[in-house]
């Protein structure tokens, strides 16, 4: 059976991939605050990532919900690695979180992030934190700042 075709945007979309798949793993290999929280990347490509986190006894507050802080530490990693997927070491500007409902212990959190704009050095990304019944927790939007000149993985594939 022949192989199927694959056109070249398809091409550098596969290269895109494979590249944001490769810089997920240079960050993880450094990344002890995500290790820490119990934080996977579940997911990652090009302006894209998945981050999962299950609500822990020891993230919990003084009203037995999930703090704040780590929901928002959740959504800001998604938004990290889906701002450095292409291969230009980028940080976060600034942030906002809005918080629309409780997570308890044992809640499963997915961060879903978007890259909505990215032009020049600046970007904008969306988060989507939901449970595992679907329910959204909280919305964040990160604002990222682009490194030129710095891959996150030194292969000469800087993307941008």
């Known amino acids: ?13 596969l290269s895109a991939q494979q590249l944001a798949e490769r810089v997920r793993d240079r960050m993880l290999a450094h990344d002890h605050a ?7 990347i579940v997911g990652v ?3 894209t990532s998945r981050a999962r986190m299950t609500v822990r006894s020891d993230m919990l ?14 959504a ?3 938004f990290a690695y889906a ?30 992030c978007h890259e909505q704009s990215a ?13 595992q019944r679907g329910e959204r927790i909280a919305l964040f ?8 000149g710095k891959p996150v993985v030194d292969d000469g594939h800087t993307h941008r």
Do not use: K
């Not at 059976?1 to 979309?13: F, G, H, K, L, R």
């Open 119 to 131: 032009r020049g050095r600046t970007g904008i990304y969306d988060v989507t934190v939901s449970n």
């Open 1 to 13: 059976m022949p192989e199927p075709q694959v056109n070249a945007a398809e091409a550098a979309d």
């Open 45 to 47: 490509g090009p302006g």
């Open 34 to 40: 995500t290790g820490a929280l119990g934080i996977a």
């Open 61 to 74: 507050n003084g009203f037995a919900i999930c703090h704040g802080g780590l929901i928002t530490t959740l």
């Open 76 to 78: 800001d990693t998604a």
């Open 83 to 112: 701002c450095n997927a292409c291969n230009e070491v980028t940080v976060a500007s600034g942030l906002s979180v809005d918080f629309l409902a409780p997570a308890h212990e044992g809640d499963v959190l997915d961060a879903e």
């Open 141 to 148: 939007r990160g604002r990222s700042y682009r490194l030129r």
